[in-house]
């Protein structure tokens, strides 16, 4: 079946040290997403690719950074993990056509739940 | 101001009976898109419903129907027989952009509405 796959589910890292959660994805969709989610909230956008180009959300730290090295693969990038960075990360990808009104529904993977310590 | 302005934190329904979850959206495009997903305890989001801004007629998936009210901005999920596997968190998230080519598909989600289905 066709899906947004992320690894790893859980990830539990220090206070400081780099860390880095990858999605994949066998749907052929042009746009990738990250968000991150705190529990019981509305997950936050961070950045996605549409195709090869890259939008930051302004409000996303410097310290996320993301790469998508193909149209399948995308990486999050937590530079300097903080505590107040534990949180669920979620992948999510979404065909976009140029020049139509067609919006498509985000398929999200399982997410990854990071835990700083 | 919000966008996405879900009034519900918490709502608990009947297994069998029909709930409604609300939602209301602000946007002055003309062209957007407005999708409903519910994410269980387990954390996977899953898409349930989609209504586009000019779609003539509510639209509806097996047990799940949007009312879609344009005039007022809304676009309140219904489900209807409420089973057990419903409970979880919902979010109702729109889409804007002429054409597809602005915010490159960008959605902006509300806060959610726990659902509770009690037998």
């Known amino acids: 079946d066709a899906m947004v796959i992320q690894n790893p589910r859980y990830q539990v890292t220090q206070f400081g040290k780099p860390v880095t959660l990858s999605c994949s994805q066998t749907l052929n969709h042009n746009v990738m997403y990250w968000y991150q989610q705190k529990s019981s909230q509305a997950p936050k956008l961070l950045f996605h690719?549409?195709?090869?180009?890259?939008?930051n959300e302004a409000d996303t730290p410097d310290n996320f950074q993301s790469r998508r090295p193909n149209t399948s693969f995308c990486f999050l990038d937590i530079r300097s993990p903080g505590l107040g960075d534990a949180a669920m990360y979620l992948c999510?990808?979404?065909?976009?056509?140029?020049?139509?009104?067609?919006?498509?529904?985000?398929?999200f993977g399982p997410g990854t739940r990071l835990t700083v310590t | 101001a919000q966008k996405i302005t879900q009034t519900q934190p918490g709502m608990f329904v009947q297994e069998k009976e029909a709930v409604t979850l609300d939602c209301t959206y602000d946007t002055s495009d003309p062209s957007y898109g407005l999708f409903w997903y519910k994410q269980p305890s387990s954390g996977e989001m899953i898409f349930l419903i989609y209504?586009?801004?000019?779609?003539?007629q509510n639209a509806t998936e097996g047990r799940y129907s949007l009312n879609f009210q344009k005039a007022r901005k809304s676009a309140n999920l219904v489900i209807s027989a409420s089973q057990l596997g419903d409970s979880a968190m919902y979010f109702c998230?729109?889409?804007?952009?002429?054409?597809?080519?602005?915010?490159?598909?960008?959605?902006?989600f509300g806060d959610g509405t726990t659902l509770t289905v009690k037998p």
């Open positions: 999510a990808t979404s065909r976009v056509a140029r020049g139509t009104f067609n919006y498509y529904e985000q398929y």
């Open positions: 998230a729109m889409r804007e952009g002429l054409r597809g080519d602005t915010n490159a598909g960008k959605s902006t």
């Open positions: 209504q586009g801004s000019y779609d003539q």
């Open positions: 690719y549409y195709d090869k180009d890259f939008n």
